[in-house]
C-alpha cells in the first residue's frame, strides 16, 4: 500500500475509495453542476387539496384599455389602441374582440378598428363596454386639418431604423453595405441626409421621378437589393418616403427642427398569458418634447429576450410559448422600452402558498405566484451553517462553531450566526477583495507595488471600519494628492485614458456600460453620445505629475481641459447620465459628479451596489449580468430591485444591514433540492443556486481544512488569499479556478465556472495531496489524540463538509481502510476523495 505523493498516477486504493466517496456525495465534474446527492428533501408541503384556479372572468371584469389618453395632433395622426381583461386568478385576455367600442362625440374623431382618427379639434371619450365593465379613455384632438410636411429626422429616419437599413449587418455597418453607409441607428441625421441626398448625385434620388429613386426602388425590392424587398408599395413606409422625395427631399431647417422624443411606452405593461398559442397585442406611443404624443407601434423594432415563450412580431403581436417568462421590448429613436409577459398552461394545477416574512420574501413570494412556482423547504442547519459562513466570511465553519450552532436550541440561532458572521473581520476582507478587483488594484509598470499595496490597504481599512460605500465612493472620485499618501488617487493612476475612466464609473458605480456610446447611439439603452461625451467631461480636467519619488504621482484638479464630441469637434458640456447639465465653473467637476452619484435622488448607484450584494448571497442578479443594466436586460424582480436599493439608502449606504436581510430571507435559506414545478426556474429564487466557491475562498477552505497556510508574495505565511493585495500576486490554483486578472471592470473576469484543468489539479496537483501531508492532521488525530478510525472518519466531514457522514457512507468508507495496521495513509486517501467531491467544492 503506497503513501499519497503528488504523483499524477494515484493507487489502486484511492481509486477504490474515490469511487466509493463519489457513489455516496458525489465527485467534481464538468457538467452538470450539481450535487448528486440531494443537499436535502424538500420539506413536506402542509395538506391541502389541490385545485384548478377558476379561468372565469368574475361578474364585473376587471378591463383595461390602453393607452390610457390619446392624443391626435394633426391629420396625419392616428392612435391604435388595446383592451385588457385581468382575470381573478392574474390570467389577462386581450379584449379587443370582445369589447363594444364607441366613441363620445363621433364629430370629433372617426373610429376605424382598433385606431381613432382625428376629424375635427376638440376633446371626446373613446368608450369600451364588456359584461358591464366601462373604460372611459379621453382623446384630444388639435389641428385637425393641418398636415405638415413630411421631416427627415421624424419621420424619414425612423423608416431606416424599422426597416433595419442603418443596423450594424447593413448600412449602418462601419464601412457600409455596397458602397452606401449611414449612421448606426441613425445616431448622425445630418450626416446621413447628406449621404442619401448628395453623395452620389441622382442616383441615389431623383426628384424629377422621385419613383425612380435608388433609394426607394432598392427599398420595395425592383432592383437588385442585397437586403432584399423591405416593405411594399401599399405599405406607410413607401408612401412616406415617396411624399418626401416629391416635396423635394428637403433636410430639417436648424431653426424649425421637429421635437425630440422624451418617452415611449408599451402597453399593457404586462400580460400574463394562458396557453401555447394565445396572442397579445402590444401598442407603443412615443411622447415628444413639446406635449404631442404619437403611435409607433408601426415605427417601433419590437424583439423578445425569450422567444421561445413569448414570440413577439413586427406588428407588436405577442404569441406564447412554452411556459416561462420574457421581456418584449420596443426600441423607438434613442429609446427602449419593455414589457413583462408571463406564459403558463391552459389548466395548471396550483395550490398558491402562504406568504409569510419581511419584504425580501414579500416580493419573491409574489412572483413565483405570478409564475405558479412553488418554492422549495428550507435548508437543514448543517446546510445553512455552512454556506452562509463560506458567503459572508469565505472560509468554513469550524467544528468548534459547529458545534456551538448545533447545541443552540434559540429559535433565532441563525439569525444570531448571521449577526456574528458579519462581525468578523474576514467580512471586510471578502468585500475589499471584491471591489479591489473592481477597482483592478495590480502594479504595473505606471502603477508600482507599493501603490497597489497601500491603495488596497486603503480600501480594507474601509471596509473593515464601516465607512458607508457612498463616503467611499464620494473619497475615491474626488481624490486629490500623492498616490502614496493618498492611496484612493490610485484610481487616476491604474487607469489614465478619461474616455476609459468615465466607462468604469459608470460601470463599477452604477452597473451602466456606456462602451457602446462612444461611436455611436447605444443600439440596446437610451444612451447617446451626447450622454457619453457628457459624462466623460466630469473627468477632463483631471491632472497628474511626478512626486520626489520616482515611484509616486501626485493627482490634482487642472480645472481646465474638456472632452470633444466624436462627431460635432465640440466641447460637450458636464452631464449626469439620464440628467442635467450643472455649473461646474470654477469647481471640482468630480466632486460635482461624485455627491450626484452618490445622492439619493441617482436612480442607478443605489440599486447597482445592491444589486452586487444580492449577487453575492443569491448567486444570481436580479439584473444578470450585475454590471449590465440597461432596458433590454431588466431585472428578473423590478420590484425587489427598487426595494433593495431603498433600503440601502434607509440604512445610510451601510450594506452590513443588507446582507443582514437577505441572509435571513427565506429566500436565501432555501434547499437547492427542487420540485417539479421550480426545477427550471434559476431567476426566481424558488430554490438556492448551487454555486462552485471562488478562486480565492476555495483555496482558503483548502488550507483551512488541511491546517496546511498558503505563502504570497508580500505576505506572512498564513495569510489567506483573499488578503492579496497586488493583483498581479497569483499561483496555479487559482489562476486555474477563476481568480479575476483585473485587467478590465467587468465582474465577469473573477469567474466561478469549472473547467477540465480545475478537475485534473483537485485530482493530481499539489493543492489537495500536499496540503494533507503537510498538515499531519491524520496523523495527528491517530498518534496524538488516539482517535478511532471511525471517529477520524467523522472529523474529515465534519470539516470539509459541515456534516457527519451518514451510516450508509461510514459503512462503506470503513470498508475501504483494509486490514492494515497503519491507517494512516488509507484515511489520508478518505480525505483527499473528500475534498475532491463536489459537495465541497461546491455552496449549496
Known amino acids: 500500500m503506497t503513501s499519497k505523493t503528488t504523483s499524477s498516477f494515484m493507487s ?34 402542509e395538506a391541502a387539496a389541490t385545485s384548478t384556479i377558476a379561468k372565469n372572468p368574475p361578474i364585473t371584469p376587471d378591463l383595461a384599455v390602453y393607452p390610457p389618453n390619446i392624443k391626435l395632433g394633426s391629420a396625419r395622426d392616428f392612435q391604435s389602441f388595446v383592451a385588457v381583461i385581468r382575470r381573478d386568478d392574474g390570467i389577462t385576455e386581450d379584449a379587443s374582440e370582445r369589447v363594444q367600442w ?13 385606431s381613432l382618427f382625428p376629424i375635427a379639434d376638440g376633446k371626446t371619450e373613446l368608450i369600451g363596454k364588456y359584461n358591464g365593465a366601462v ?17 427627415f429626422e421624424k419621420d424619414i429616419m425612423p423608416v431606416l431604423t424599422r426597416s433595419g437599413c442603418n443596423t450594424g449587418s447593413c448600412h449602418g455597418a462601419a464601412r457600409g453595405k455596397d458602397g452606401f453607409r449611414i449612421s448606426l441607428f441613425g445616431f448622425d441625421p445630418e450626416g446621413d441626409y447628406h449621404r442619401i441626398t448628395r453623395e452620389i448625385g441622382v442616383r441615389r434620388i431623383n426628384l424629377a421621378v422621385p419613383e425612380e429613386s435608388l433609394f426607394l426602388k432598392k427599398s420595395i425590392g425592383s432592383v437588385p437589393h442585397t437586403g432584399g424587398k423591405l416593405f411594399g408599395t401599399d405599405s406607410d413606409y413607401y408612401a412616406t418616403v415617396l411624399e418626401w422625395l416629391q416635396d423635394g427631399a428637403k433636410l430639417d431647417a436648424k431653426d424649425k427642427k421637429p421635437p425630440t422624443v422624451d418617452s415611449v411606452a408599451i ?23 413639446d406635449g404631442s404624443t404619437r403611435d409607433v407601434t408601426r415605427l417601433a423594432a419590437f424583439t423578445s429576450n425569450n422567444s421561445g415563450t413569448a414570440a413577439i412580431d413586427d406588428s407588436g403581436n405577442v404569441t406564447a410559448g412554452r411556459r416561462g417568462e420574457a421581456f418584449v421590448m420596443a426600441r423607438f429613436d434613442t429609446h427602449t422600452v419593455g414589457s413583462q409577459v408571463l406564459a403558463l398552461p391552459v389548466d395548471l394545477k396550483y395550490t398558491e402558498p402562504k406568504i409569510t416574512g419581511e419584504y425580501i420574501d414579500q ?10 412556482i412553488e418554492p422549495s423547504g428550507l435548508c437543514s442547519d448543517e446546510e445553512f451553517i455552512r454556506r452562509v459562513t463560506i458567503d459572508i466570511t469565505g472560509q468554513m465553519p469550524t467544528e468548534q462553531e459547529y458545534d456551538s450552532f448545533s447545541n443552540d436550541a434559540g429559535a433565532d440561532r441563525r439569525s444570531a450566526l448571521v449577526d456574528r458572521l458579519l462581525e468578523r473581520k474576514e ?21 508600482s507595488y507599493k501603490s497597489a499595496f497601500l491603495y488596497a490597504n486603503w480600501l480594507t481599512d474601509k471596509f473593515a471600519r464601516n465607512v458607508p460605500i457612498d463616503q467611499m465612493v464620494r473619497e475615491l472620485l474626488t481624490s486629490t494628492g500623492g498616490t502614496f499618501t493618498s492611496p484612493s488617487t490610485n484610481f487616476y493612476e491604474i487607469e489614465r485614458d478619461t474616455l476609459k475612466t468615465s466607462e468604469n464609473v459608470a460601470q463599477v458605480f452604477m452597473g451602466i456600460r456606456t462602451q457602446c456610446a462612444q461611436c455611436h447611439n447605444h443600439p440596446f439603452d437610451r444612451w447617446t453620445m451626447n450622454d457619453y461625451y457628457g459624462f466623460a467631461s466630469f473627468f477632463s480636467q483631471v491632472g497628474r505629475k511626478q512626486a520626489e519619488d520616482y515611484r509616486e504621482k501626485i493627482v ?27 455649473e461646474t465653473k470654477g469647481k471640482d467637476r468630480r466632486a460635482v459628479l461624485a455627491d450626484w452619484l452618490t445622492s439619493p435622488e441617482n436612480p442607478y448607484f443605489a440599486k447597482s451596489i445592491a444589486n452586487r450584494v444580492w449577487a453575492h448571497y443569491m448567486g444570481v442578479g436580479l439584473v444578470d449580468q450585475v454590471d449590465d443594466i440597461r432596458v433590454s436586460n431588466p431585472p428578473s424582480n423590478p420590484e425587489l430591485l427598487d426595494k433593495l436599493g431603498e433600503k440601502l439608502i434607509e440604512y445610510k449606504y451601510d450594506f452590513r444591514r443588507l446582507v443582514r436581510d437577505i441572509c435571513n430571507s427565506d ?70 479556478f477563476g481568480r479575476s486578472p483585473r485587467a478590465s471592470v467587468c465582474e465577469c473576469e473573477a469567474t466561478t465556472d469549472p473547467s477540465l484543468s480545475q478537475a485534473l489539479h483537485l485530482l493530481n496537483g499539489s493543492s489537495v495531496s500536499d496540503k494533507i501531508v503537510r498538515g499531519k492532521l491524520i496523523d495527528t488525530w491517530l498518534k496524538e489524540e488516539k482517535l478511532s478510525p471511525e471517529e477520524i472518519i467523522d472529523r474529515i466531514y465534519l470539516r470539509c463538509l459541515t456534516r457527519k457522514p451518514t451510516e450508509e457512507e461510514k459503512k462503506e468508507l470503513v470498508k475501504k481502510l483494509g486490514d492494515d495496521e497503519n491507517k494512516s495513509p488509507a484515511l489520508q486517501d478518505i480525505f483527499w476523495a473528500v475534498l475532491n467531491s463536489r459537495e465541497f467544492v461546491f455552496n449549496h
Open 267 to 289: 402597453y399593457p405593461e404586462q400580460a400574463v398569458i394562458e396557453g401555447e398559442g394565445t396572442k397579445q397585442r402590444f401598442v407603443a406611443v412615443a411622447s415628444y418634447s
Open 135 to 151: 373604460v372611459k379613455i379621453p382623446v384630444e384632438v388639435s389641428n385637425a386639418t393641418a398636415k405638415p410636411a413630411i421631416s
Open 427 to 447: 467580512f471586510s476582507e471578502i468585500w475589499a477583495m471584491k471591489f479591489a478587483q473592481l477597482l483592478m488594484i495590480k502594479s504595473t509598470n505606471q502603477v
Open 102 to 114: 364607441t366613441v363620445a362625440d363621433a364629430s370629433k374623431v372617426k373610429l376605424d378598428g382598433f
Open 363 to 372: 416580493l419573491v413570494g409574489r412572483k413565483l405566484q405570478q409564475l405558479r
Open 667 to 736: 429566500a436565501y435559506q432555501r434547499s437547492s433540492a427542487t420540485n417539479d414545478t421550480n426545477a427550471h426556474d434559476h431567476r426566481n429564487y424558488a430554490h438556492a443556486v448551487i454555486r462552485r466557491v471562488p478562486a480565492e475562498s476555495l483555496l482558503d477552505c483548502i488550507s483551512q481544512v488541511t491546517a496546511s497556510p498558503d505563502k504570497f508574495t508580500g505576505l506572512p505565511l498564513g495569510a489567506r488569499a483573499v488578503q492579496i493585495a497586488d493583483g498581479k500576486t497569483t499561483n496555479y490554483f487559482l489562476t486555474t
Open 12 to 45: 489502486l486504493r484511492r481509486f477504490a475509495i474515490a469511487s466509493a466517496v463519489a457513489s455516496l456525495i458525489g465527485s467534481f465534474t464538468i457538467a452538470p453542476l450539481i450535487v448528486d446527492r440531494p443537499v436535502s428533501a424538500v420539506e413536506p408541503a
Open 556 to 582: 490634482y484638479n487642472r480645472f481646465s481641459g474638456e472632452v470633444n464630441h466624436l462627431v460635432t469637434k465640440k466641447p460637450v458640456p458636464p452631464t449626469f447620465l439620464g440628467g442635467a447639465s450643472p
